[in-house]
């Protein structure tokens, strides 16, 4: 259950107003981890503009409907992931090959108090959008227990997220100026800038400042949320002019940009910011200061909020501390900054998380020697990131013509990686990682599996490369053809032979999960279940014969074995695949 949100309005440091959000959820009981289909996630959503977000984490015990005080103290552990669930593996099991595990945060809880304990994780300038976390007890030790002799104890946990979000935040326009001065008592000025599809670089620039000190700002730049003591920054006491570029930016998100004073300079701070946006599909130009209706079709609510800039053919009206005026339009960018158009995929749903991609003219690709093939696979938010996304590449080899020719397919999330290097094969920059597959004549297969994906677009990008003795070098007239299938699935390989693919949810997010089909309970009830018999067969046995006059050698009597069978091959996607089944046999 999400109650709903109290707000309360406040004022920050910078003159900026802010607003703060309480969110909570329904307390649940927590189960000892056995798979991912025993664990308690929860589903929360930041808004844009977060400059913190906190969350309180209580857990108490129960124990036959009051506290559990004589509950023992049992760790619990959290796990915290933006964008999709995590993918955890306390049991420190095997994934299948050619799977990615996406990384996330995890904290344990220990007690504090007999039947209550509480537990604080602060995040700055988090990402918005949906945040999930996920809570379980250790793994239960084994031990044996009869139902019923005592109340049961209760471990349960409910988390509350209060938020606090800037008002009123300055948006620039790409191509203008925005003059300000920053007060003696004030510390920084936030902006924020949007950056559409098809933008190569984001370059920010402070012109005309004028301090105490000569120009004594740090320029800071973050995509998605405000930027923190790590984004990228620029002293501009150092640098003239005091300018800040970034390559390869994320489309369709807001960039934010922090002018922050150094600390201890007296009286005000002038100056002046622009922001110029290199549009890659006309990598000669930079975007227009104007931007046309059509672009402007893309743009979020936000960009026309309170404080901030109006979408339009017309230049944003001035204010009394925010006089904008064109710039020049720069035109000359580096040919590395082209950018390919990006061919879309169609999505055609069979089931839930059972999602098949397909290419236009399809699925056969080409891939030319003097320009990449560019693909778009777009995930819902919250729908598709609760299974597993899956990508195969499969060469041609007839199509190669005897060349020794290698694809290299590169998958990242939110932007393209196309190089200016056409012979590099890295699939990551100093800002950007992304999955690298590649195949050629002698492994033609590449697959690729993401459980949990993170929704929003994902670019695959695909080139072709000859070997040589000096490395790889572009082909000439030589076009690659390659087999691409791109498809979601509700688990990885359908959680195997000794497991079953559940599909699970809460409140109302749907999420995919393997859990072994024989539960670990049966275990100890089958064993003590065949010592027993064991041990009342000898009851029913008829008295044994005297022995005669000499002793000979007596037969040895086969006794009823136990074979404990573990397939060491199958590996289960999201649990332990040490799945065992036990087998009784007697001779006699």
């Known amino acids: ?46 808004p844009e503009d977060t400059v913190i977000a906190v969350w309180n984490l209580i857990t108490f015990k129960e124990q036959g409907g009051t506290f559990g005080d004589q509950c023992p103290d049992r760790s619990i552990t959290v796990y915290f992931r933006s964008g999709a669930p995590s993918v955890i593996n306390p049991l420190h099991t095997h994934f299948p090959r050619d799977t990615a595990v996406p990384g996330s945060f995890a904290l344990t809880l220990t007690w504090t108090l007999p039947n ?15 945040w999930f976390l996920a809570a379980h007890l250790p793994k239960d030790e084994g031990k044996i227990s009869v139902k019923g002799l005592y109340e049961e104890c209760q471990y349960l946990f409910q988390p509350q997220l209060i938020v606090q979000r800037l008002v009123n935040i300055a948006v620039l326009y790409p191509g203008y100026v925005t003059e300000q001065s920053m007060a003696p008592h004030n510390r920084s000025s936030l902006y924020k800038v949007f950056v559409p599809s098809y933008t190569s670089r984001v370059l920010v620039e402070v012109l005309r400042c004028r301090g105490a000190e000569g120009c004594p700002l740090w320029l800071r730049v973050r995509a998605k949320a405000p930027p923190l003591h790590n984004s990228t920054a620029l002293d501009c006491r150092e640098h003239s002019p005091c300018q800040l570029a970034l390559d390869l930016p994320f489309w369709q998100h807001w960039y934010y940009v922090l002018v922050e004073k150094h600390p201890g300079v007296p009286g005000p701070v002038s100056f002046q910011v622009t922001v110029q946006l290199t549009d890659c599909s006309r990598p000669s130009l930079a975007r227009p200061p104007f931007l046309p209706s059509s672009a402007s079709m893309n743009m979020p609510h936000s960009f026309g909020s309170a404080g901030g800039l109006g979408l339009g053919d017309s230049p944003p009206p001035a204010s009394p501390n925010g006089t904008k005026h064109p710039v020049p339009v720069p035109t000359a960018s580096p040919a590395g900054e082209r950018c390919w158009p990006v061919r879309p995929t169609l999505r055609n749903e069979l089931d839930t998380f059972s999602v098949h991609f397909y290419i236009f003219f399809g699925p056969n690709v080409s891939v030319p020697p003097d320009r990449p093939a560019v693909f778009v696979i777009n995930l819902l938010p919250v729908l598709d990131s609760g299974g597993v996304l899956n990508l195969e ?23 393209p990686l196309t190089s200016g290097d056409n012979t590099s094969v890295t699939c990551e920059t100093e800002s950007l990682a992304g999955f690298l597959l590649s195949v050629n004549t002698t492994s033609s297969l590449s697959r690729l599996r993401i459980p949990y994906p993170q929704t929003g677009s994902w670019y695959l990008s695909l080139r072709s490369l000859c070997a040589t003795e000096h490395g790889f070098e572009p082909c000439t007239n030589v076009t690659a053809e390659v087999y691409l299938r791109a498809y979601l699935s509700p688990c990885i390989n359908d959680c195997g032979i000794y497991g079953q693919c559940k599909l699970l949810r809460t409140n109302n997010y749907l999420y995919a999960a393997c859990e072994c089909k024989a539960e670990e309970n049966y275990f100890y009830i089958h064993s003590i279940w065949h010592l027993l018999i064991a041990g009342s067969v000898g009851f029913l046995l008829p008295p044994r014969a005297k022995p005669s006059g000499r002793l000979g050698p007596l037969p040895r009597r086969k006794g009823c074995g136990y074979q404990l069978c573990v397939n060491e091959q199958e590996e289960l996607g999201l649990v332990d695949p040490a799945v065992a089944s036990i087998n009784s046999i007697c001779t006699s």
């Open 116 to 130: 209550r304990t509480t537990g604080v994780f602060n995040v700055t300038s988090p990402l918005p959008g949906d």
């Open 393 to 415: 590449l499969r060469l041609n080899v007839s199509s190669l013509r005897g060349e020794n020719v290698t694809v290299f397919g590169c998958l990242n999330h939110e932007v």
């Open 1 to 46: 259950m999400d109650k709903s949100p109290r707000l309360a309005l406040g004022k920050c440091g910078n003159d900026g107003l802010f607003v703060t959000d309480y969110f909570t959820r329904t307390p649940r009981k927590l189960s000892p981890f056995r798979s991912f289909a025993s664990i308690e996630l929860f589903h929360f959503h930041i």
